[in-house]
């Protein structure tokens, strides 16, 4: 008996010509290092969610945003080439990291005419993180597209036929609703993956107030046992005399 497949469809999150990964300028993407995918030239410079998933990160430059899939799929989108400078200062992201997210919801808005301006490459690389499975792989679906509407590829994997009849029926027919009933929460630390790719800066980390008050708790205790042993040499060296 033939393997079975299943195709999971990612959507454009830009409007503009869709372009094979090979005609990318940065052998990062070119060649492939993150992933396989395609590559948008936009058009026009809102964003929007390529599939049905939850944000996974959004690197502090704003130049890229990772998603994960309701089926695991990690989805990279990459805005410009070297246009960290220029994506800090005008980009509006209307996402956060861990928030629910469907194909088609506006995330981000770029302003392409100040890539223009400072004559930064727009280009735009779509790329399935990393996916090593040798049952897997992305039928891409180039020309003219549509953001949120328009497919740029189809990831593909074989399933084999023992796994599929192996499967228990409760599982295989688990609601696909049951996924969106997570608590929000229930997504941290499942895309630490992305962290690294995306580029953060060590600045992120004191942008959050969490860390900010963490320190400063770390700060008072040091100062506290540093009194107490003033104190207790203090009580020391009077006892001596």
Do not use: C, W
């Not at 993407?29 to 998933?53: C, R």
């Not at 228990?168 to 929000?184: C, N, Y």
């Amino acid at each position: 008996m033939a393997d079975k497949t299943r195709e999971f469809p990612i959507y454009a999150p830009m409007s503009g010509q869709v372009v094979s990964l090979a005609e990318v300028p940065d052998k990062t993407f070119s060649e492939k290092t993150m992933g396989d995918g395609v590559a948008i030239i936009p058009n026009e410079g809102q964003m929007f969610s390529p599939v049905n998933g939850y944000v996974a990160a959004v690197a502090e430059p704003k130049h890229a945003i990772g998603f994960q899939t309701d089926s695991g799929l990690n989805i990279m989108v990459h805005v410009g080439l070297e246009a960290h400078d220029i994506t800090r200062e005008t980009t509006v992201v209307h996402v956060k990291e861990g928030q629910r997210v469907q194909a088609g919801d506006l995330v981000a808005e770029y302003n392409l005419e100040a890539f223009k301006e400072k004559d930064i490459n727009p280009i735009t690389p779509v790329v399935l993180i990393n996916e090593k499975d040798e049952n897997t792989e992305i039928k891409p679906n180039v020309g003219q597209v549509t953001a949120g509407a328009g497919e740029i590829f189809k990831v593909v994997e074989i399933v084999p036929v023992e796994e599929v009849e192996e499967k228990p029926p409760e599982e295989a027919a688990a609601p696909a609703e049951a996924e969106e009933e997570q608590p929000e929460e229930a997504t941290e630390g499942r895309f630490d993956f992305l962290y690294k790719l995306l580029y953060f800066d060590s600045s992120e980390f004191f942008s959050d107030s969490k860390n900010i008050i963490k320190l400063g708790v770390v700060f008072i205790l040091v100062v506290i046992i540093l009194a107490v042993l003033f104190v207790l040499l203090g009580i020391y060296l009077n006892a001596g005399e």
